[in-house]
């Protein structure tokens, strides 16, 4: 019995004997086509199982051979496993799978499944009526590695038509502060009367944002002492947006609120607290353009925050919704009837296009150099927010 040299050998001819056989092609190529024929089919799963069955048939060899061959067979095995294993996956790696199941829902939107030219599926995402892209994905692709949906990121804001047809429900300025009823006198005095509203009830109208005066989009009294009234940062249905510029800049000491207007996507910056530098012609208000978020500055010195309206002295050249104030010695786009006793600095030149009060009303505000908006409100905070 010289032909047993070695224990390998011995073992080698003992399996083949013995009927211990390896997973040969047909069972990669049967397996393959399981997943070819199978959408639902996930890759690593057809991996783990594939391994699964060569584990079997070692221990089917372990089970049959003596045990001074055992060491012998799982080497065999192993090599052979890993072999194979290679085959298959040279095999499936050009496998793709079409997503059966349906994309995520997006609230407020709807979609449509279609195809791009490279033959992959893609859902469009829309936006209902009444509402309007606020950024994000709106279009997203079948992942054909796994036959599973991207994750759509858009969002869709609720939107007005024109100025006298809203009818939405929101009740919270674009400062996040709660709007006064409209057939309430307190904490803001006012005149409205039922005509002004779509309803043709003032108290049908509750507290919801509304549009009741030629040049604002939907807006209203605020529950806040100190700021008579603020817009609701709702859009015009009209206008599209298709920036998308990601998260705004961080910026030392300041904090970002991501809103939406229909001035476009803005970040208003707010002080955390306050320092003794000071900066002047500074807006603090960063817009999303094609190029990206515009750059915003904003100084957290003592002349960011207002004491009283009418001795406001500070730099701030921007409104609430981050359109540029009109200078106030210009007459254009907008005409006025102010001069220098009007302003607490020492004339209506060096009160810049700074926001001030020249009209008494108790809330830093501005004309605009948008011809379109003749003036609004400037979001400066109080200082007796800060110690």
Not at 70 to 89: A, H, P
Request: hydrophobic share 30%.
């Amino acid at each position: 019995m010289r032909i047993w040299k070695t224990s390998l050998l011995f073992c080698v001819v003992l399996v083949k004997m013995t009927g211990v056989v390896l997973m040969d092609e047909i069972s990669v190529d049967s397996t393959v086509s399981d997943a070819d024929n199978n959408t639902h089919s996930n890759l690593s799963s057809l991996i783990v199982g594939y391994i699964k069955m060569l584990q079997g048939e070692v221990q089917l060899g372990i089970n049959i051979v003596p045990n001074i061959c055992i060491k012998e067979v799982v080497q065999i095995m192993f090599d052979t496993e890993q072999d194979m294993l290679s085959k298959f996956e040279a095999a499936v790696k050009d496998l793709s799978y079409e997503c059966t199941a349906l994309p995520s829902s997006v609230e407020h939107a709807s979609f449509i499944v279609t195809k791009d030219s490279n033959n992959q599926q893609v859902a469009t995402y829309t936006c209902d009526a009444g509402y309007t892209y606020g950024g994000g994905k709106n279009m997203v692709w079948c992942n054909d590695d796994f036959g599973e949906w991207d994750f759509p990121t858009l969002q869709c804001v609720e939107c007005f038509t024109s100025r006298d047809k809203y009818r939405g429900k929101k009740s919270i300025t674009q400062g996040g502060v709660e709007c006064q009823r409209w057939d309430s006198q307190s904490p803001h005095q006012h005149g409205t009367i039922s005509s002004d509203f779509i309803e043709n009830n003032i108290v049908l109208s509750e507290n919801y944002c509304r549009i009741k005066k030629k040049p604002f989009e939907p807006w209203c009294y605020t529950t806040d002492p100190n700021l008579e009234w603020d817009y609701c940062g709702i859009p015009n249905c009209n206008r599209i947006y298709k920036n998308d510029c990601g998260l705004p800049h961080p910026l030392t000491n300041a904090k970002p609120n991501y809103i939406y207007t229909s001035n476009g996507a803005t970040v208003r910056y707010a002080c955390l607290q306050l320092s003794g530098s000071t900066q002047n012609s500074y807006c603090p208000v960063s817009t999303c353009m094609n190029t990206g978020w515009t750059d915003a500055s904003i100084s957290c010195g003592n002349d960011d925050c207002v004491r009283n309206s009418q001795t406001y002295t500070g730099k701030r050249n921007c409104t609430i919704s981050g359109r540029t104030c009109q200078a106030w010695i210009s007459t254009h786009p907008h005409d006025h009837f102010y001069n220098s006793h009007h302003f607490p600095d020492r004339s209506v030149s060096e009160a810049g296009n700074y926001c001030r009060d020249p009209n008494g009303s108790g809330t830093l505000w501005c004309l605009t150099t948008d011809r379109n908006v003749r003036y609004e409100p400037c979001d400066i905070p109080s200082c007796n927010l800060f110690p």
